[in-house]
């Protein structure tokens, strides 16, 4: 067992936190960052001795019709004209981004994401890959880590082999829950046999990987509803899977507005959903990965942090930490070097940017020595759960016990609740810690000292 559910440890450490995709996180970027500082980042990673490969990421925010519980950066529209243009604008971003890399520099992953990437028909989807072989050096083995989220009621009967044609191995399935009651309360209705035939089309046609998102929390759900879409899923036998926690927060998203918060399950019911569901998942012999990702033993993830080679970035865990992460359309984020930033968030001012020749970069942070400190110690901690000390000092040239005397200090009441192990060479989050790894992290956190509870960041737990 890797992970023990202690109920009274996570009542008593009810807080909110980051989900470290980044640190610092997107909070702490400033629109005093600029795109020239991103255009000369990125230009100055290749005179690296082996500039790194490249993982791409575009964003297409399109959806037919909003799901209430959303708090992505979309546009719900049925008129496909927004697409068209879209299209266009990040087909010119395709263009003014490869001048920025050497184009010897191989693309080892990419992503679509949304919205609704298979909001695009088959001719723009063909269009913009072809767009990016063209201007970036995509593997054409089939050994890149190349994904797409699919929202299963956009899919028909042709579009998993079609997506397989394009190159993509990877597949990502929005089903939230399988219960019909919850689906009509979030305005997401899909057929548990739509996702079924989904699945079948996309083992017949060899995709590698299949990941599937749920989401606990939401109106309607209890235990036993739950179960049963747990009871589906595993029936189903994805590859990787998600349990997300819906945090309620109607006056940052509006769409959550159309949710009734009388509808919703009690604390003490979403935390027995969620204990519920890391029993099955483990009883049926998912690996719990971190945070809410769970996966199958021999899936890479898996492999990869008993290894001690997991990675994390914008793009969750990962195996291809060693990659300079190119984000693209409107509201990306990037990872360059030591560079993070993110674009506008409109279609209107993504439009404009690219009109006026510039990628549309709006806010970001160049990362300081005491960033990359810290970042080493949380990435770590969140991938491995542990931490070795000497291995540290020697890659960072720091005293650990002198550089987080603080910290250290901080982590001692953890140490006394078991969450945490601490000897003179190593940290190590116990069983009992690894759901609270958020709050271990946050103790390292520069920006979040003294302060607990921050409405713009979600339950830990
Ligand atoms: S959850 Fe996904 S499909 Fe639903 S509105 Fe948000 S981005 Fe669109």
Redesign the pocket.
């Known amino acids: 067992m890797n992970i023990v559910f202690d109920t009274d440890l996570i009542n008593r450490y009810d807080n909110t936190g980051p989900r470290y995709t980044s640190y610092p996180t997107a909070v702490e970027f400033s629109e005093e960052f600029t795109e020239a500082h991103y255009r000369n980042a990125a230009l100055e990673t290749n005179e690296d001795p082996i500039p790194r490969p490249l993982s791409l990421y575009f964003h297409i925010p399109f959806?037919e019709s909003?799901?209430f519980y959303?708090a992505?950066n979309?546009v719900?529209t049925k008129n496909r004209s927004r697409a068209e243009s879209y299209l266009g604008y990040l087909k010119k971003e395709i263009e003014f981004q490869s001048e920025l890399f050497n184009h010897d520099r191989k693309v080892l992953q990419l992503h679509w994401g949304?919205?609704?990437p298979t909001y695009f028909n088959p001719t723009q989807i063909t269009e913009l890959m072809a767009h990016t072989r063209q201007q970036f050096d995509l593997l054409e083995d089939d050994s890149g880590d190349y994904s797409i989220e699919i929202?299963p009621r956009t899919a028909q009967a042709d579009t998993i082999p079609f997506l397989r044609d394009m190159g993509f191995n990877r597949i990502s399935f929005?089903i939230q829950d399988f219960d019909p009651t919850v689906q009509k309360a979030v305005n997401?209705v899909q057929s548990t046999e739509q996702v079924e035939t989904l699945f079948m089309q996309a083992r017949r046609a060899s995709v590698r990987s299949i990941n599937v998102d749920l989401i606990y929390g939401l109106p309607f759900q209890s235990v036993a509803s739950f179960e049963k879409t747990l009871d589906h899923t595993i029936a189903l036998s994805p590859d990787r899977l998600s349990i997300f926690n819906y945090a309620h927060l109607p006056r940052l998203f509006r769409p959550q507005r159309n949710i009734n918060a009388e509808d919703l399950p009690s604390a003490a019911e979403k935390l027995a959903i969620f204990k519920m569901s890391i029993d099955k998942l483990v009883q049926a012999g998912y690996v719990y990965i971190g945070m809410d990702h769970f996966a199958k033993p021999d899936d890479e993830l898996a492999i990869a942090q008993s290894e001690g080679k997991l990675f994390r970035n914008f793009q969750g865990y990962t195996l291809l930490g060693d990659c300079d992460l190119v984000g693209m359309g409107q509201s990306a984020i990037s990872q360059v070097d030591d560079v993070y930033c993110q674009h506008v968030k409109t279609e209107d001012q993504y439009a404009a940017a690219i009109e006026a020749g510039q990628i549309g970069i709006q806010r970001g942070v160049a990362l300081n020595f005491d960033d990359k400190i810290r970042r080493a110690v949380i990435m770590q901690l969140m991938c491995d759960f542990s931490l070795d000390i000497k291995k540290f000092e020697s890659k960072s040239n720091i005293l650990f016990s002198q550089y987080f005397n603080q910290e250290l200090a901080k982590l001692k009441p953890m140490q006394e609740d078991g969450l945490v192990q601490i000897t003179d060479t190593e940290i190590t989050v116990a069983p009992s810690g690894r759901l609270l790894v958020r709050n271990i992290c946050q103790i390292f956190d520069a920006y979040r000292q003294g302060t607990t509870n921050i409405s713009y960041f979600s339950k830990t737990i």
């Open positions: 959806c909003v799901c959303c992505c979309k719900v949304g919205g609704t929202d929005g997401r």
